[in-house]
């Protein structure tokens, strides 16, 4: 294995991983009582969780666009994320102090599209720039 390949796997892992991590994040983020130290903490923040909902649910995708390496797996994977949302958004019927909301499944939603919609062209001007 040359070094350039050996870079490139080497962020596709990283990628991997970042994903991972991020899934990880917004499930437990979801599915934590309101009354939680991690809740109260992200309710101080001076941001509207619609917003934060939309950012994570974009980034989710953005990052399943670029870490996965065939388009149509990648595609898949991302638009895999609209389901996640709207398990986590009936999974918090579950839990104290959190409910399930339509508009939150709708703004997840909206997010993994924009995340596409950023993705997709990244990923053409990502493999142009490795073929010049």
Not at 58 to 72: E, G, K, Q, Y
Not at 116 to 128: D, E, M, V
Request: proline letters at 3%; a positive charge; one cysteine or more.
């Amino acid at each position: 294995m040359n070094d350039s390949m050996f870079r490139m796997q080497k962020k596709h892992t990283v990628l991997m991983i970042l994903w991972g991590v991020l899934i990880c994040c917004v499930v437990v983020g979801s599915l934590v009582p309101a009354a939680s130290p991690v809740i109260v903490a992200i309710g101080r923040l001076h941001i509207s969780r619609k917003v934060l909902h939309f950012c994570g649910y974009t980034s989710l995708a953005l990052i399943a666009l670029v870490a996965v390496r065939r388009r149509s797996a990648a595609v898949l994977a991302a638009l895999a994320m609209i389901l996640l949302g709207v398990a986590l958004e009936f999974g918090q019927k579950l839990v104290p102090g959190r409910s399930c909301e339509i508009r939150d499944m709708f703004i997840n939603g909206v997010g993994v599209l924009t995340g596409i919609a950023i993705g997709i062209p990244s990923r053409r001007i990502a493999s142009a720039a490795r073929r010049s």
